[in-house]
């Protein structure tokens, strides 16, 4: 069975750093992509970041871009968002994601449950 | 970046009802266009990519359609589970369709 577990999330100042990890386990990890999408408190869901098999190609969404750091750990079964200069938009539920394939096509196949990171003073 | 968006926001049925959910994307994103479903409290669930392939699991009454920029999702029945919010996605997603019990 896959399982994707979010853990990192917390309270945090604006301008702060926080680093989220997902592990993952049920599948073979280093033949997929990954990806951490977050929503908003009742908003919509945005994709922030993705990150192919071998860590050869990741990608941002503009609001993060600069900001947000996506890697993995192949060894350990695991995903990483490390996020810096963190601002009041940025509070959100932070999934981590499966794509469907080993580069991101950001199918997401697999979702965790997600981390709760708010940024607030 | 490609801009998706759904309509209608919100969409009132009963079960049993045909629900069809429309995206639109501001240029041709071919046929990359996938569906998800989430329910309050739940993680979004996969039900279509390559905008007409059903993902493991799903049902039979949900099937999509459609390339280029206009994309649909139709559920042929409506079950009381799927009761949901529905977004189209290509990377980003769009802002999604409400289906909520007339």
């Known amino acids: 069975e896959v399982q994707l577990v979010e853990s990192g999330g917390g309270l945090v100042q604006p301008g702060r750093s926080l680093r989220l990890s997902c592990a993952a386990s049920g599948f073979t990890f280093d033949d997929y992509a990954m990806h951490w999408v977050r929503q908003a408190p009742g908003k919509g869901l945005e994709w922030v970041s993705g990150?192919?098999?071998?860590?050869?190609?990741?990608g941002y969404a503009d609001s993060v871009k600069g900001r947000f750091t996506i890697s993995r750990d192949n060894a350990k079964n695991s995903l990483y968002l490390q996020m810096n200069s963190l601002r009041a938009e940025d509070t959100a539920l932070y999934y981590c994601?499966?794509?469907?394939?080993?580069?991101?096509?950001?199918?997401?196949?697999?979702w965790g449950q997600g981390t709760l990171v708010t940024v607030s003073s | 970046e490609i801009v998706l968006t759904q309509s209608p926001a919100t969409l009132s049925l009963s079960p049993g009802e045909r629900a069809t959910l429309s995206c639109r994307a501001s240029q041709s994103v071919s046929s990359y266009l996938a569906w998800y479903q989430q329910k309050p409290g739940q993680a979004p669930r996969l039900l279509i990519y390559d905008a007409s392939n059903r993902a493991t699991g799903i049902p039979a009454r949900f099937s999509g359609s459609g390339s280029g920029t206009d994309f649909t999702l139709t559920i042929s029945s409506l079950e009381p589970e799927d009761f949901a919010v529905y977004y189209c996605q290509q990377r980003f997603f769009g802002p999604g369709t409400k289906v909520d019990i007339k």
């Open positions: 990150i192919s098999w071998n860590s050869g190609s990741t």
């Open positions: 994601a499966k794509d469907l394939y080993s580069v991101p096509a950001a199918i997401l196949v697999y």
